[in-house]
């Protein structure tokens, strides 16, 4: 299970700053919500957020993952999604979470996973074209990046079609 946390830890992060490099390169409309692709809404410590940048699901040895990002280079990824129904965020799942931010020219993030953090990803669909459902976590900072704090994220929903980058 540590080597599968851990291929897929790496696969969020590379999934993370993919969707942060698309968002630097666009600058689409704040307003728009649902992409070509599919969509992710959450709420980022209470504020309104929505992926209208870019989106995309990937698959790799049957567990997916899912990330999105904002014009102002926001992103939440999620990562370890193997089934239909709730998984946990914690130390006894594969289920990890991440959400960054720019500050300046650095990249900050905040992580829920096996070491810290917590919630829950709820896959509501998931078939050989898409993936969607519902999430809410809390990520602790991850201090190496200049982070500090927790985030809070609420009322996530997804569903975005598989192998694909919308940019």
């Known amino acids: 299970m540590n080597n599968l946390t ?7 992060l590379v999934m993370t700053l993919l969707v942060f490099v698309a968002a630097c390169d666009s600058n689409d409309d ?5 992409l070509a692709n599919g969509f992710m809404n959450a ?19 049957g567990v997916f993952g899912v990330s999105g ?4 280079g926001k992103t939440i990824g999620l990562g ?13 799942s594969p289920a990890n979470a991440t959400y960054s931010e720019t500050a300046g020219a650095t990249v900050v993030q905040w992580s829920a996973g096996i070491a810290a953090g917590s919630g829950t990803i709820t896959v509501t669909e998931l078939d050989g074209t898409h993936i969607a459902g519902t999430f809410s976590y809390v990520a602790e900072a991850s201090a190496t990046t200049g982070a500090t704090g927790t985030k809070t994220i609420t009322e996530g929903s997804f569903d975005i079609k598989l192998g694909s980058i919308d940019q």
């Not at 851990?6 to 969020?12: A, D, N, P, T």
């Not at 704040?30 to 649902?34: F, H, S, T, V, Y």
């Not at 990002?69 to 102002?72: C, I, W, Y």
Request: glycine share 10%; no cysteine.
């Open 6 to 12: 851990h291929r897929f830890s790496r696969l969020l």
């Open 30 to 34: 704040e307003e728009q919500q649902q």
């Open 43 to 61: 709420r980022i410590e209470g504020q309104s957020w929505n992926a209208n940048v870019t989106v995309f699901a990937i698959a790799q040895g």
């Open 69 to 72: 990002a904002d014009a102002s």
């Open 80 to 92: 370890g999604l193997a089934q239909l129904g709730p998984q946990t965020i914690g130390p006894t």
